[in-house]
């Protein structure tokens, strides 16, 4: 998301109620963080219910993920022109109809409108929580401000599987969405009290070309990467996500005829070497991150019958293992931020190899411990790597284009969990064939899906080298940037 420098340029012209200000926008972003998670136990449950295919499940989460990269650069933008409080305003009323709407479908093409609806509501809102942070914030304040972002992210993410399983059991899964509600109006009124408006200063313009481009683009490529195991693999999906490639270069070519003309993606980060090399690296990583927890909900889920409780407490183990080395990262990535990175993905894809190999050993009667344990282990990669590493992309990259090379990270990374997630789903279930869930085949099929997981996370090591060095810490643009993860 492009961060730009607020209007506001002395002490006394910061927003006096900033704290509170700031308190409410982190609600919109726990919000969204939380529906991220809370939905992956649930998944079987919503499949079951609205009698949908297995396609579904990918829908729910890389609908969501499509839908929030494509528009999560055009959001910020959008808040920059119109103003932030305006489109944080829509983008939380939309996020909490379209949660309302994902709770009353009463089929799986409604759910997965509703979950596309979240996706795009989300990107008008989340990107404007770094812009108000710049605009409200003096500057010894701003880090301490984005502490507190880095602090509501993880939380959510931890508290979303336990929620999402207690819901499942308890009142049923629709109230992992309806629970936005109360939340998203909360957050509504008090935007509308203690949130001053703030807009960038400068002349800026929205790139529907460029938005309409790369969203053509996507959908010829991920509609069918995730319908064509389905429907037999028609000719005309072989064709699709073929003819996307020549739609992506053409997306790249308008981006550099526009670039003096406020681009989607200024053309510079395409000639910049370590960004270029960053962004292959976290669609690589992320593609690994977000997909994994469909191969457990598939293999053992389903198929295994483990509860949402057992899902959550399984899932737990990456979640210790980031908290535990997460710290480490943050303080020694201004020196040896590479070197955190290169070793991380090690250690994640060694995680996901032990997985492999327990799942292979005890099959069916692989338990959550086993699970947790090996779990633990990819964490204590990710903390070593994920809270330093859109930083360290960055300082590759000229501060004049870091606010975009912030919004453009953050894209990639949604849009390589959403191919993620579709890989994943043409791996399991073509090696676990047609017909109904049988234990022992869905078992054998979730650990041969993984070793994409663990081949991502090693092949990712090839692109550490060209990064840079180490971090930029305590540069001001810096603690500008966004956290990883968010926009």
């Not at 808040?79 to 009323?93: E, Q």
């Not at 003309?261 to 980060?269: F, I």
């Not at 990669?381 to 300082?395: E, K, Q, R």
Request: hydrophobic share 55%; charged share 10%; aromatic share 10%.
């Amino acid at each position: 998301m492009a961060t730009k420098a607020s209007s506001a340029t002395t002490s006394h012209e910061y927003a006096p109620r900033r704290w509170l200000a700031l308190f409410i926008a982190l609600t919109a972003v726990f919000m969204d963080q939380l529906d991220v998670t809370i939905v992956n136990v649930a998944l079987p449950y919503i499949q079951a219910d609205l009698d949908a295919g297995y396609s579904l499940g990918q829908w729910v989460l890389a609908g969501y993920a499509l839908a929030y990269a494509l528009f999560l650069v055009t959001g910020g933008r959008l808040g920059d022109i119109m103003g932030r409080k305006r489109i944080f305003l829509v983008g939380t009323a939309g996020f909490t109809v379209a949660s309302a709407l994902a709770g009353l479908s009463q089929s799986g093409e409604m759910m997965v409108g509703a979950r596309l609806f979240q996706g795009l509501f989300a990107a008008l809102m989340v990107p404007q929580v770094l812009s108000v942070i710049q605009a409200m914030f003096p500057p010894h304040e701003r880090i301490k401000a984005m502490g507190l972002l880095g602090v509501a992210i993880p939380a959510a993410a931890l508290t979303g599987p336990f929620v999402g399983a207690l819901l499942t059991a308890g009142p049923g899964w629709r109230w992992i969405f309806w629970v936005n509600l109360p939340i998203g109006l909360l957050t509504l009124v008090g935007t509308a009290r203690v949130m001053p408006e703030t807009r960038s200063d400068r002349p800026l313009r929205i790139d529907v070309p460029g938005m309409l481009l790369l969203g053509l683009a996507s959908i010829m490529l991920m509609y069918p990467l995730v319908q064509g195991r389905e429907m037999g693999w028609p000719t005309w999906t072989i064709a699709s996500m073929a003819a996307s490639v020549p739609v992506f270069v053409l997306f790249y070519r308008y981006q550099r005829r526009r670039e003096h003309a406020s681009p989607l993606v200024p053309p510079a980060l395409f000639r910049n070497r370590s960004f270029v090399a960053g962004s292959v690296l976290l669609t690589l990583v992320f593609s690994g991150i977000m997909s994994y927890v469909l191969v457990l909900v598939w293999g053992f889920q389903v198929a295994h019958g483990w509860s949402p409780l057992d899902m959550a407490l399984a899932g737990l183990g990456w979640t210790v293992g980031l908290g535990a080395t997460a710290n480490v990262a943050v303080k020694f990535g201004p020196r040896i931020g590479r070197t955190l990175i290169g070793t991380g993905l090690g250690v994640m894809g060694v995680g996901i190899s032990l997985l492999i190999v327990v799942i292979r050993q005890y099959g069916s009667a692989t338990t959550t411990w086993h699970v947790f344990a090996c779990l633990v282990v990819a964490g204590l990669g990710t903390g070593l790597m994920v809270p330093i590493l859109v930083d360290l992309i960055l300082a590759g990259v000229p501060v004049r284009d870091a606010g975009a090379g912030s919004g453009v990270a953050n894209a990639t990374i949604q849009l390589g969990g959403a191919v993620g997630v579709a890989i994943i789903g043409v791996l399991f279930f073509g090696l676990a064939g047609a017909g109904p869930p049988d234990r022992a085949t869905w078992v054998e099929a979730a650990w041969q899906s993984l070793f994409f997981n663990a081949a991502v996370f090693f092949a990712a090591i090839l692109l550490v080298p060209f990064l840079p060095r180490r971090t930029r810490a305590g540069e001001p643009a810096a603690a500008e940037r966004a956290v990883p993860g968010t926009p």
